[in-house]
Every structure is written in structure tokens, then in C-alpha cells.
């Protein structure tokens, strides 16, 4: 089991910036590729960003989703077991609640949520206008 606890939501105005962090307890963080999804009111979840490994685990893989190309960075720290969402020049359409979750398939590049087998709760991401 993995339990991830997400934070640092909040409302920002257009144009801003908000860091969201996961932290994750339970099995070795390392062993897993970890992504953010996000969920708007009345949408499906969406895909926003993994972040992963090559299959020799030489070099990462990170994979955006059009919308968060040069906008979102994510990063992640496994030695704090954590990792980051970095959201740079927010727009109302980023409004949702946005998710953290686990694939113990540690390799390559994966955006359909069923894949991914823990989850956190969610944090509320607010981009007024």
C-alpha cells in the first residue's frame, strides 16, 4: 500500500503560481512512477504530468500533457518521499481539484488514470480570472 496526501491548493489569480506538493508513505516511493491528474467540476479526470523512469532507471521520463507544456513542472524528491507540481502562469481553465497517484509500472509514459493504482484525496487548485 501507498498512502499520498496531497497539498497546497488554493485560489490564485490569472497569471499566478501555485506549488503543489505529495507526500507519500508506505512502500518505496522510488519503485514508482508518480502523476498528477486533475478533475474539473462536471469533467472527467484528466491527465497533467507524469514523471518516471527509462527501463534501465538510468534517466527520468517526464511526460505533460499539451495544456501544462511550458507551464507545469514536476519534480520529485525520494529521499522526502515527495513530489512536486510546479505551476507557473495559471489560467481559469487549470480550476479542479488536482490528484496525486502511484503506477508500480515505474517505466515509459502512461496518462489513463486506470493504470495508476493509489491515489491522494485532492487538493482544490482556484484560478480566478
Known amino acids: 500500500q501507498v498512502q499520498l496526501v496531497e497539498s497546497g491548493g488554493g485560489l490564485v489569480q490569472a497569471g499566478g503560481s501555485l506549488r503543489l506538493s505529495c507526500a507519500a508513505s508506505?512502500?518505496?516511493?522510488?519503485?514508482?512512477?508518480m502523476g498528477w491528474f486533475r478533475q474539473a467540476p462536471g469533467k472527467e479526470r484528466e491527465f497533467v504530468v507524469r514523471?518516471?523512469?527509462?527501463?534501465?532507471?538510468?534517466?527520468?521520463?517526464?511526460s505533460y500533457a499539451n495544456s501544462a507544456k511550458g507551464r507545469f513542472t514536476i519534480s520529485r524528491d525520494d529521499a522526502k518521499n515527495t513530489v512536486y507540481l510546479q505551476m507557473n502562469s495559471l489560467k481559469p481553465e487549470d480550476t479542479g481539484v488536482y490528484y496525486c497517484?502511484?503506477?508500480?509500472?515505474?517505466?515509459?509514459?502512461?496518462?489513463?488514470?486506470?493504470?495508476?493504482?493509489?491515489w491522494g484525496q485532492g487538493t482544490q487548485v482556484t484560478v480566478s480570472s
Open positions: 508506505g512502500r518505496t516511493f522510488s519503485n514508482y512512477a
Open positions: 514523471i518516471a523512469w527509462t527501463v534501465s532507471s538510468r534517466s527520468e521520463i517526464l
Open positions: 497517484a502511484a503506477d508500480s509500472s515505474r517505466w515509459g509514459v502512461e496518462s489513463d488514470p486506470s493504470k495508476y493504482e493509489y
